[in-house]
């Protein structure tokens, strides 16, 4: 075996030129979406007012999204990913040394890219087929976002599209979280505080409690209603959507190249999960070596106070609060589900994506929990040791190595475990101090 670098790194010419498209080769179907109301599945012309078509067509799994393994990335999209990908692929050896573990800690780094996390993957796709949809003339991305990184990554994807972008964000994290917004606004954004006078369903709330600090549920209502007034909007979704987990393969492609760079393959892969996107991207290369009998496993960490995965039913469930969007099956906490206030916003969601959700039925994903308070101290080791400091969602990523590592060594493994660092938290500190304490003069 040759010895692995630090960092692996693959060239510009490298970056993959095909994202993997896994539900064309599991063994299993994920079910496609149903009506939201009508007993039926959903069809193009349904909802191709709210969404671009070609996030509807891939989400459908129409023609070659329900066929081909490999969906030609459009050069439009590799030239920007170019911008900040391949991205590295980092052995965490300070860690590995601080925990005195007999396994190899790999970390892949989403958190390098414009807006901070693996969320720009995906919403300059969005972006980009909204601006080259034939016979429509979209003009403008709407969409919610809860602690801020998918309004900031679709801000960001617009801005490079020419489209204008407009992002309901939940009151709350609007007032006491500004930083995101202000990079929204940077690139170009119109931010609304939500719920807004925009809609009749903000104005309703406001008229009924005028203290109403928000959700992600109304801020989704809020924005598929504001882009029902305007044919030339859509509606952009960061997370559940099957077409945002066939953009983040892009992930795992590269984690399998600059893994077999070094002559590794893995044992273990760890990741956070929100929606499951980040994840899902993540692994999907790797399952399908898991289904051709190879040992590997792959292990999905939720908050303990948001168990989706863990404690959540297997059933049809709307995406949204006020049951506009199409029923998916999935793991669900149910769509009235109002999560508790933890930092990690970006795994407040009440549903993971239908692929995870059938890759962890079908025992091919185990999942964990972890709490708040011992994620954090995760994140504040993984700063010390290998200075980066992890999203408060990508904290759930590292800990879940730091504990599998543990449990290699008690058992005198050597295993290769990689986690997937979905964002960094430079501009999540506020919640870190909260957790951690750092306001306290010392
Ligand atoms: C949004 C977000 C997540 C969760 O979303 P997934 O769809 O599960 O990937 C995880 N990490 C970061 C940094 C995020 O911004």
């Known amino acids: 075996m040759t010895v692995p670098e630090n960092k692996i790194i693959l060239s510009e010419a490298q970056l993959p030129q095909h994202w993997y498209n896994i539900v064309a080769e599991l063994p299993f179907d994920v079910p496609k979406p149903l009506h939201p109301v009508e007993d039926r599945a959903v069809e193009i012309d349904d909802f191709d007012w709210l969404w671009p078509?070609?996030?509807?067509?891939?989400?459908?799994?129409?023609?070659?999204?329900?066929?081909?393994?490999?969906?030609?990335?459009?050069?439009?999209?590799?030239?920007?990913?170019?911008?900040?990908?391949?991205?590295?692929?980092?052995?965490?050896?300070?860690?590995?040394?601080?925990?005195?573990?007999?396994?190899?800690?790999?970390?892949?780094?989403?958190?390098?890219?414009?807006?901070?996390?693996?969320?720009?993957?995906t919403a300059l796709v969005q972006a980009y087929y909204a601006a080259q949809e034939d016979g429509s003339r979209i003009r403008c991305m709407v969409t919610d976002?809860?602690?801020?990184?998918?309004?900031?990554?679709?801000?960001?994807?617009?801005?490079?599209?020419?489209?204008?972008?407009?992002?309901f964000m939940i009151r709350k994290s609007y007032d006491e979280k500004?930083?995101?917004?202000?990079?929204?606004?940077?690139?170009?954004?119109?931010?609304?505080?939500?719920?807004?006078?925009?809609?009749?369903?903000?104005?309703?709330?406001?008229?009924d409690d005028p203290e109403n600090s928000g959700s992600l549920g109304i801020g989704m209502s809020e924005a598929i209603e504001f882009v029902k007034e305007n044919p030339e909007r859509r509606l952009a979704l960061g997370c559940m959507s099957y077409y945002?987990?066939?953009?983040?393969?892009?992930?795992?492609?590269?984690?399998?190249?600059?893994?077999?760079?070094?002559?590794r393959s893995p044992d273990l892969m760890v990741g956070c999960v929100g929606g499951g996107s980040n994840f899902t991207g993540f692994i999907a290369p790797f399952v399908r070596d898991k289904i051709e009998g190879s040992s590997i496993e792959f292990r999905a960490i939720e908050p303990e106070s948001i168990p989706t995965l863990s404690e959540g039913e297997y059933r049809y469930d709307w995406a949204d609060f006020s049951e506009l969007t199409p029923r998916i099956l999935m793991?669900?906490?149910?769509?009235?589900?109002?999560?508790?206030?933890?930092?990690?916003?970006?795994?407040?969601?009440?549903?993971?994506?239908?692929?995870?959700?059938?890759?962890?039925?079908?025992?091919?994903?185990?999942?964990k929990t972890y709490s708040q308070r011992e994620v954090f101290d995760a994140g504040r080791v993984f700063l010390k040791t290998e200075g980066v400091l992890a999203a408060p969602e990508s904290a759930h990523a590292v800990l879940g190595a730091i504990d599998a590592a543990r449990d290699a060594s008690k058992a005198g493994r050597k295993q290769v475990i990689v986690l997937c660092l979905s964002g960094h938290g430079y501009l999540d500190l506020k919640g870190f101090s909260d957790v951690l304490d750092l306001d306290t003069p010392n």
Not at 145 to 167: F, I, N, P
Not at 180 to 205: D, K, N
Not at 256 to 261: P, R
């Open 331 to 367: 793991y669900t906490l149910g769509h009235r589900f109002v999560p508790p206030p933890v930092h990690s916003g970006g795994l407040r969601y009440h549903g993971k994506t239908p692929v995870l959700s059938a890759l962890v039925k079908n025992d091919v994903v185990g999942t």
């Open 178 to 207: 500004p930083y995101r917004r202000y990079m929204m606004r940077m690139a170009g954004a119109e931010v609304y505080s939500s719920p807004s006078e925009l809609t009749s369903t903000g104005r309703q709330i406001l008229k």
């Open 244 to 263: 945002a987990v066939l953009h983040q393969s892009i992930i795992g492609l590269e984690t399998k190249l600059q893994l077999e760079q070094i002559d």
């Open 145 to 167: 976002t809860g602690a801020g990184q998918w309004g900031a990554a679709l801000a960001m994807a617009c801005e490079t599209l020419e489209l204008d972008c407009c992002v």
């Open 53 to 121: 078509a070609e996030c509807l067509r891939i989400e459908l799994q129409k023609d070659e999204y329900g066929t081909d393994a490999w969906i030609e990335i459009p050069e439009f999209i590799s030239d920007v990913y170019r911008r900040y990908r391949p991205s590295p692929l980092v052995r965490a050896r300070s860690l590995e040394k601080h925990l005195g573990t007999s396994a190899e800690i790999y970390f892949k780094r989403e958190d390098l890219n414009p807006a901070g996390s693996h969320k720009f993957n």
